[in-house]
């Protein structure tokens, strides 16, 4: 039996209870399956880095702000998930190499994030994953 407790910005605290269906089950097992992908890169990556990457997955070439504004994160968060997810970390230690920066043609103070050939492949395979397609 499932249940649960959710807080939501605009409705306060619910509750979900009941019995998961198949449906349900796969999709959690893929979440799980992915996450695990990025617990194997780093196993102690901070959920919000996840989330940064994937923002930047779901549209490339955006500014350290930008992102800021959209995942609510403090700049300074944001910035230390592209250093440590760029070729080199904040302490000096390779980075995972997901993350690449570039100079931006729009405005030559700031620079864009894209994912790396590293990560193209590796969101690739995420995406395929939560699509239940293995390979």
Known sequence: MLNIALKLPDKGLIAVTGELSDEERKALKALSDVLVEFVKRRPNMPLHQIIVM???????GKSLKTYSERTQYPTSSVSRTFLDNGPKMR????GLGLLEARPSQHNLREY?????????????????RMLGVRG
């Not at 994937?54 to 490339?60: D, K, N, R, Y």
């Not at 302490?91 to 390779?94: D, K, M, V």
């Open 54 to 60: 994937l923002s930047v997955a779901l549209e490339e």
């Open 91 to 94: 302490t000096g230690e390779a």
């Open 112 to 128: 864009e994030t894209h994912l790396s050939a590293k990560g193209k492949s590796f969101f690739k395979s995420i995406a395929k």
